[in-house]
């Protein structure tokens, strides 16, 4: 699965800008870019989605 692949490697001093973060893709890749140790910078349309996704990132959020 791709929450595999991404446990594979680590992004720990990366920064990753996740376009369509409030649902569906763009939300999967912010959290699992997150628990790649990424900090992720989020947007999307819904900001009530938006901060539901980056709660699932927990601390690595930067802004959304």
């Known amino acids: 699965t791709a929450r595999t692949r991404m446990n ?17 893709i763009g939300a999967a890749v912010g959290v699992a870019m997150s628990e790649a140790a990424a ?5 999307g349309r819904d900001e009530a989605r938006l901060r539901e996704c980056a709660e699932r990132c927990g601390a690595r959020r930067l802004r959304w």
């Open 39 to 43: 900090k992720v910078v989020l947007t």
């Open 8 to 24: 594979r490697f680590s992004l720990d001093g990366k920064v990753a800008v996740v376009t369509g973060a409030s649902s569906g």
